[in-house]
């Protein structure tokens, strides 16, 4: 797990951009759906989709879209912004920590 380009784009948008933090969520997800269709149409045409793996995580996915939106919805910018930089920097310190593992593991 890491952070990404859309984290990335999300934090750029909020402290350079000075946009707020739910326009800047609906940037980062418009760029993030038109990369998935036209990965998932590549991948559709070579014929490398399970398609019963696609169908779970897209009910799934969706289930997942709608709740988190309720949620956003009833939660102001300003709590939104802390748990998004809270949620980052755990996902950092998970990257860092595994890659600390990984580089011990294949130092012995």
Avoid: P
Wanted: aromatic share 12%; proline share 0%.
């Amino acid at each position: 797990m890491g952070v990404g380009g859309g984290g990335l784009l999300v934090v750029y948008l909020t402290l350079a951009r000075d946009i707020a933090q739910y326009d800047a969520q609906r940037i980062n997800l418009i760029f993030f759906i038109a990369a998935s269709a036209a990965s998932l149409i590549i991948h559709f045409l070579r014929r490398k989709i399970n398609f019963l793996a696609f169908l779970i995580f897209a009910v799934m996915g969706s289930v997942g879209a709608i709740a988190g939106s309720l949620i956003a919805a009833r939660v102001s910018g300003g709590a939104l912004r802390y748990l998004f930089g809270a949620f980052l920097i755990i996902c950092g310190l998970i990257s860092f920590f595994k890659g600390s593992k990984r580089a011990a593991t294949h130092e012995k």
